[in-house]
C-alpha cells in the first residue's frame, strides 16, 4: 500500500479557514470510515486530533473538523491560530489488517 | 494518566538487529483493552505503521517490514518490544511506541517522545 497524498505545505493567516486533503484510494480512505488525524509540533510526537473521520478525542478543539468524500478525507482548521502552525498527518486503514499514513502537509500561519 | 517511553541503542550497525523497549506507565497492559503499536519516522519525512500487537500476544504487522519485525510484550513488566532484523541506512529513523484503538495503527493516542536509531558503521 501506497502513502496517501497530501500537498505537501499549506498556509492562512490567523482568524482564516485552512483545508488539508488526504486522498487514497477505494482500498484504504474510500472503503472504510477509519480516518484519522494526527498534528505534530517540530521535535514532539504526533497528537492524535480526529477520529473515524470526524470525532475529535476529548480536549481537541472544535476548530478542527474532519470529513470524508469519496476516496480524499478533509482537514478543516476553523479560526486558525498561531499554535497550529505544525505538520499534520492522516491516516486510513488499508483492509487486511493493515494501517496506512498520509505523506504529510506542513501548515503555516502566516 | 497513561504514558509510554521507548528505550533502546542509539546506533545500531549496518545488517544487525534493532531491540527497542515501550515501558508503559499508568496503566496495565493485560488489563487493557488496547492494542500497542510502533510507528517510525525518518528524519525530516513522514510516518510509517511498523505494527501492533494485543496484551495476548497477538500481532499485526505492516506487509512491506513484516518479513523483518517481531513485536512482542511482556505483561510482567508492563512492556512491549520491537526487534527488526537486517538493519540499513534506510532504517534509520525516530521510533515511536503508542497505545492504539485498532490493529492497524490509524488510532493511537497518547504516543511516547520517540527514540532516535541510526544505523552505522
Known amino acids: 500500500q501506497s502513502a496517501l497524498t497530501q500537498p505537501p505545505s499549506a498556509s492562512g493567516s490567523p482568524g482564516q479557514s485552512l483545508t488539508i486533503s488526504c486522498a487514497g484510494t477505494?482500498?484504504?480512505?474510500?472503503?472504510?470510515?477509519?480516518v484519522s488525524w494526527y498534528q505534530q509540533h517540530p521535535g514532539k510526537a504526533p497528537k492524535l486530533i480526529i477520529y473515524?473521520?470526524?470525532k475529535r478525542p476529548s480536549g481537541v478543539p472544535n476548530r478542527f473538523s474532519g470529513s470524508k468524500s469519496g476516496d480524499t478525507a478533509s482537514l478543516t482548521v476553523s479560526g486558525l491560530q498561531f499554535e497550529d502552525e505544525a505538520d499534520y498527518y492522516c491516516?486510513?486503514?488499508?483492509?487486511?489488517?493493515?494501517?496506512?499514513f498520509g505523506s504529510g502537509t506542513k501548515v503555516t500561519v502566516l | 494518566q497513561v504514558q509510554l517511553q521507548e528505550s533502546g541503542p542509539g546506533l545500531v550497525k549496518p545488517s544487525e538487529t534493532l531491540s527497542l523497549t515501550c515501558d508503559v506507565s499508568?496503566?496495565?497492559?493485560?488489563?487493557?483493552?488496547?492494542?500497542w503499536g510502533w510507528i517510525r519516522q525518518p528524519p525530516g519525512k513522514g510516518l510509517e505503521w511498523i505494527g501492533n500487537?494485543?496484551?495476548?500476544?497477538?500481532?499485526y504487522y505492516n506487509p512491506s517490514l513484516k518479513t523483518r519485525v517481531t513485536v512482542s510484550v511482556d505483561t510482567s513488566n508492563n512492556q512491549f518490544s520491537l526487534k527488526m532484523t537486517s538493519m540499513t541506512a534506510a532504517d534509520t529513523a525516530l521510533y515511536y511506541c503508542?497505545?492504539?484503538?485498532?490493529?492497524?495503527?490509524?488510532?493511537?493516542?497518547?504516543w511516547g517522545q520517540g527514540t532516535l536509531v541510526t544505523v552505522s558503521s
Open positions: 503508542a497505545r492504539c484503538r485498532d490493529r492497524w495503527g490509524n488510532w493511537c493516542d497518547p
Open positions: 477505494r482500498g484504504d480512505v474510500g472503503g472504510y470510515d477509519y
Open positions: 491516516s486510513s486503514y488499508a483492509g487486511s489488517d493493515v494501517g496506512v
Open positions: 473515524e473521520v470526524t
Open positions: 499508568g496503566e496495565s497492559i493485560r488489563a487493557s483493552t488496547f492494542y
Open positions: 500487537i494485543y496484551f495476548s500476544g497477538y500481532t
